[in-house]
């Protein structure tokens, strides 16, 4: 079991930066795959970005390519989502995420395989 406790959302101005965090429990965080997600208003999830268990790769939504960075402490159970250049079309409910996978490799972008969520964080971009 898994619990995901996230912080760091808020209102920004177009242009602006901030930085979610997400923190894991247990001993076995390192194992983990982890994601984040995001839902704006009336519209489906979506995926942002995704980092395998040692945080050697990654993988990002075309959208938030270049102005978000994913990483990972490991050693403080936490992953963090550092957002640069934010624009009123970024405004959502972020989630992050968590799974174990067999393979270190693999960075799935689509919601239902992961089984931890937290309980999301509201940002809003305003122009």
Request: with cysteine; glycine share 10%.
């Amino acid at each position: 079991q898994v619990q995901l406790v996230e912080s760091g959302g808020g209102l920004v101005q177009a242009g602006g930066s901030l930085r979610l965090s997400c923190a894991a429990s247990g001993r076995t965080f390192s194992t983990y795959t982890m994601a984040w997600f995001r839902q704006a208003p009336g519209k489906e999830r979506q995926f942002v970005v995704v980092i395998n268990w040692d945080g050697s790769s990654t993988y990002y939504a075309d959208s938030v390519k270049g102005r978000f960075t994913i990483s990972r402490d490991n050693a403080k159970n936490t992953v963090y989502l550092q957002m640069n250049s934010l624009k009123p079309e970024d405004t959502a409910v972020y989630y992050c995420a968590a799974a174990r996978f067999p393979s270190n490799g693999y960075l799935p972008t689509i919601g239902r395989v992961y089984n931890y969520w937290d309980q999301g964080t509201q940002v809003t971009v305003s122009s």
